[in-house]
């Protein structure tokens, strides 16, 4: 199903709308290359290629460069990154060989100040094409790192400069937007601080979550991206009927791959509504670190810490706790909301969630456990003596009380307005596991059609997702603010649950092409994405 609805066909409509089923939580291309890897780069050619004929706003257009312009980029933050096969060191004597932004899992985070232009040279090491698309980031359209729409693939071997203005301060990552290249170790924070920061604490902790299969056991993702493509025998169909055509998980059959099968049989969440992945991960890290060998944060009883966190993961959705503390919640996507106390939290793929905490005396886990999927990642928080927790402590807090972005309010200074739509946007999610046909509007990604905006339009966005798994919802160069009740935080990335729908406002603020799909990776790669075109 896809709709166009021009404001006549809403007015009147109240700005309140229902999220039912929603789980808040998904200059010229300049780069060589030609011929992506993976669904994202198929076209080779750059935005201005796909996009030259059609009327839409070229990704290197006057547009997007006055838009660039209004950003007013101050002081040049220069990087140098390269991407390169490597052997990473997860702890416990575990080393896998992988792909890495350096030799250290995550990579190392860049840190800049609002108000910056941030100059990034990508040196590409690695044997195929790569990118960097800049996650959360209201940028310039030519710099979103999507090979095929917005820039060609940067070839193995060649150099790309992603360069723009950081216009917002918040908790951001990076990482490829080609194939499932995100889910080896080609990931790393992005921390935009500002200049007028209200926020008081003494120290701050990165943390970012992931789910971790390269290099063991001869894996890798393209591996499990190949398993899952031949979809689940005896599901009878069922290509746009959930998982199966309505069958359960485990009463299905895995297919016979090469290596050991990654495909997760029979995992469940209520808080997921059902299924709760479809990859059946050998490690979870906090930091690049098994649980059996964590990374370990050093404070002072009494500090007031500052923790960013971030669900890198491919497939998984965390819950955290950080044990013996409460946590007070205060932006999500890297904007404020109205502070509120939780014990724990939920993150979809790509998600980010900043909270002080004021640090006890001794030694606390902070658990992250892999929704559903009997497993957990660990770090520790240690600000005296005593032992280490084991590696399977489950803090009491993870059964507390858990805060959803759905029950978040904006900051009064990024609250969006209240205005009608004028234009609201209808897409369904479609696909299952026997097929594995992820997509929207039952088909699968291709650069060329697109959901048209105009500049300075409110856009509402309403997810409906008919099928039998929840997914994390991401779109490029925007927030937008969460519809259920008026006030709703901004994000970028958020859950809707199967059955449910998402319902999303935005304005269109920031010309281009951009993509919005599915953060799981692998139901991204199967087709779950689709492009928004400004209009000239």
Known sequence: MRTHITRRSVVGASLAVAGTGVLAACSSSGGEGSGGHGGHGQSGKSGQETEA??????????????????????????????????RL?????????????????????????????????????LPEPTSLHWHGLALRNDMDGVPGLTQRPVKAGAEFTYRFALAHPGTYWFHPHSGVQQDRGLYAPLIVEDPKEPLKYDREWVVVLDDWVDGV?????????????????????????????????????????EGPSRMMMGARSELLGGDAGDVAYPHYLINGRVPGDPSVFRAKPGDRVRLRIVNAGGDTAFRVALGGHEMTVTHTDGFPVRHAKTDALLLGMGERYDVLITAGDGVFPLTAVAEGKNATALALLRTGGGAAPAASVRPKELSGKLLTADRLRADASVALPRRTPDRTIGIELTGGMAKYDWGFDGKPYSPGPRHEVRSGERVRLVFRNPTGMWHPLHLHGHTFALANAAGGPRKDTAIVLPNGTLTVDFDADNPGLWMIH???????????????????
């Not at 257009?61 to 660039?68: F, H, L, M, N």
């Not at 692998?522 to 087709?527: N, R």
């Open 89 to 125: 060191d997860l702890g416990g004597g575990l080393t896998v060989p992988s792909w890495a932004y350096g030799d250290r899992l995550p990579g190392k985070e860049v840190r800049a100040t609002a108000g910056d232009t941030l100059a990034l040279t990508l040196a590409n090491h």
């Open 518 to 536: 599915c953060h799981n990776v692998y139901h991204a790669e199967a087709g779950m994405m689709t492009v928004l075109g400004y209009r000239k």
């Open 53 to 86: 004929a059609d009327g839409f706003v070229e990704p290197g257009g006057k547009e997007v460069a006055d838009a660039e312009a209004a950003r007013r980029g101050g002081p040049e933050r220069k990087v140098r990154l390269t991407a390169a096969a490597a």
């Open 217 to 257: 056991e001869g894996s890798t993702p393209d591996a499990v991206l190949a398993e899952l493509s031949k979809g689940m025998r005896g599901g009878g169909g069922g290509g746009h009927e959930g998982h199966g055509g309505g069958m359960t998980r485990a009463s299905l059959t895995a297919p016979d791959p």
